[in-house]
C-alpha cells in the first residue's frame, strides 16, 4: 500500500536559500505544502522546528525536519532518486560542493552583506571582488549548458537562485552594474539556459516586488 | 597502480586533522606535508587559488580543498571500510547539519579566543561557551555524535580537543570542569587509531600559542 508522503516547506518568497529548495521539489516531481514565513514574526513552528539558526528553509518529510540549504538538496537527492541533481562522480561532487560554499559564502558576502555596509567607492571594489569570485564560475561553464553539464544541478540551483535571481536584483537596486556583458559570455548564455527551465523559472520571485525587498534588506543589514 | 594521495597541511590545524583522520579511517596510504603558513608552497597556491589555505587532499593529482567537503570525498572515493556517513539519507542530513553548525559557529570564535585579548577574546569565549552547551546537549547519553558509530562530526570537532586546554589558559575558563558529556567522548574518540595518532599533544599546541601571544601580543 503506497502511502502518501508527507512533505512541507517552510520558505520566505524573496530569500534563494529556500527558492532552491522548491526548485529542486518541482524538478523532481515532489508534491509539497508550502509555508511562507515571516522574517519578522517566524511561526510557532518556524522555531520549534529549527530552534538553532531560526531559519528558512525547513523541510518536513513525514514529520522529520531537514535544515540548510545544502543539506536540504542533498537530502532530496538521496530520498528521491530519479533526475539526480548531485553528479555521480566524487570528484565532481567535491567540486560542486566547494562551489556551492563559494557562492553562498565569499560570493553572497562579497556581493551582498559587505556591499550593504559600504558607501560609494568601497561598493565599487566589493563588485570587483566579486567579478573575480563570479570568474571561476565563468571557467566552469565553458563548454557545458548548465554548471552540472547537460541539465541542472546542485549548483545551478544554488548558483542560479543566488546571483542572476538575487544579488543581480540587489544590485539593480543599488545602482551597481556587476556582470558585464563583456567579461561573462559564459555566465549570460547559462542564465538564459536556465530561463528555459520551469521549473527554474516558475521558482524566481517576481522581479520589480523582488528589488524593492532587495532595497529594503539593504537598510536592514546596514542597521544591524 | 598505487593511487597518488598527498595532503597539504598545518600540524596544529584543527581542520587538517579532519581530512587525516579521515584518511586513517579509511586506511589510505598518503603522503603528508607540513606547510609553513608564513611561507606557502607554490602546489599549495596552486591547487587552492581561491582560498590559499590547508588543507589540501590531492588526489591523482586534482585538489579537493575545504575540508569537510575532503571528508565527504574521502568516504565516496573510499567507500568500502569504516563509512564516516551512515547509509540513512536523513541520519546523513543529520550529519551534515552538524558539521556545518560546528563550522560556522566555532570558526570566529576560536580563532580571537587565542589570537585576541580583553572584550573581543570575552566575547568569543561566550560565543564559545554557547557552542560547548549545544554539543554536549546534542551528544547526550550517546557514544558518539551519530549514536554508536564513529562518524563526521565526531571527525569534525575532535580535533578541537587538542586546543582545550590552550583555550582554558588563555582565556581563564574550564571546559573540563563545565562539558563532561564533551569531555568522555572526546576521551573515547582518542582511543581510536586514527585519532590518537592524528591529535597534536595539547601541550605542544599551548606552547605554541603562548609564545605567539608573547611575542605578538606582548603578553607573559
Request: glycine share 6%.
Amino acid at each position: 500500500m503506497a502511502e502518501k508522503e508527507e512533505v512541507k516547506l517552510l520558505g520566505i518568497w524573496a530569500s534563494p536559500f529556500s527558492r532552491r529548495i522548491e526548485m529542486a521539489l518541482k524538478l523532481k516531481g515532489i508534491a509539497y505544502d508550502y509555508v511562507e514565513e515571516s522574517l519578522d514574526n517566524k511561526s510557532p513552528l518556524l522555531l520549534a522546528l529549527n530552534p538553532i539558526h531560526k531559519k528558512v528553509p525547513v523541510l518536513v518529510h513525514n514529520g522529520k525536519a531537514i535544515l540548510e540549504s545544502h543539506v536540504v538538496l542533498e537530502y532530496i537527492d538521496e530520498t528521491w532518486k530519479h533526475n539526480p541533481i548531485l553528479p555521480q562522480d566524487p570528484y565532481d561532487r567535491s567540486k560542486a560542493r566547494f562551489f556551492a560554499k563559494l557562492v553562498d559564502e565569499q560570493i553572497f558576502n562579497a556581493g551582498f552583506v559587505s556591499m550593504t555596509k559600504a558607501e560609494q567607492q568601497g561598493r565599487e571594489d566589493l563588485a570587483e571582488q566579486t567579478r573575480e569570485l563570479i570568474t571561476y564560475l565563468e571557467k566552469e561553464l565553458v563548454g557545458k549548458d548548465f554548471l552540472g553539464g547537460k541539465s541542472v544541478g546542485f549548483l545551478d540551483l544554488v548558483a542560479g537562485s543566488m546571483i542572476p535571481f538575487c544579488l543581480e536584483r540587489g544590485w539593480e537596486g543599488m545602482g551597481l552594474q556587476v556582470i558585464t556583458d563583456d567579461k561573462f559570455p559564459e555566465y549570460k548564455r547559462w542564465v538564459k539556459n536556465l530561463e528555459k527551465v520551469e521549473s527554474v523559472t516558475d521558482c524566481i520571485p517576481p522581479k520589480e516586488k523582488h528589488i524593492e525587498h532587495m532595497n529594503f534588506m539593504v537598510g536592514r543589514f546596514r542597521s544591524s | 597502480m598505487v593511487e597518488e594521495v598527498i595532503l597539504l597541511g598545518y600540524w596544529a590545524s584543527m581542520f587538517g586533522m579532519r581530512t587525516r583522520i579521515a584518511l586513517e579511517e579509511k586506511g589510505v596510504k598518503y603522503e603528508y606535508r607540513e606547510e609553513d603558513l608564513s611561507n606557502k608552497s607554490s602546489l599549495l597556491l596552486e591547487m587552492n587559488p581561491i582560498h590559499k589555505k590547508i588543507p589540501v587532499l590531492l588526489h591523482k593529482g586534482k585538489p579537493i580543498c575545504e575540508s569537510i567537503i575532503q571528508v565527504q570525498y574521502i568516504d565516496e572515493a573510499w567507500p568500502d571500510k569504516n563509512p564516516i556517513l551512515p547509509s540513512d539519507p536523513y541520519q546523513r542530513a543529520q550529519a551534515r547539519f552538524w558539521s556545518d553548525y560546528i563550522d560556522k559557529k566555532t570558526y570566529g570564535p576560536c580563532k580571537a579566543l587565542w589570537s585576541e585579548t580583553g572584550e573581543k577574546q570575552e566575547a568569543a569565549k561566550l560565543e564559545f561557551v554557547e557552542v560547548l552547551k549545544t554539543l554536549e546537549s546534542e551528544l547526550g547519553d550517546k557514544s558518539f555524535f551519530g549514536g554508536n558509530e564513529f562518524g563526521l562530526v565526531d571527525i569534525a570537532f575532535i580535533g578541537y580537543y587538542s586546543w582545550f586546554c590552550t583555550y582554558e589558559k588563555v582565556a581563564n575558563f574550564s571546559i573540563v570542569a563545565e562539558f563532561p558529556k564533551v569531555i568522555s567522548w572526546a576521551k573515547r574518540c582518542l582511543k581510536r587509531e586514527s585519532v590518537a595518532k592524528v591529535l597534536p599533544d595539547s601541550d605542544k599546541v599551548l606552547k605554541s600559542i603562548s609564545e605567539y601571544r608573547k611575542i605578538i601580543l606582548g603578553i607573559h
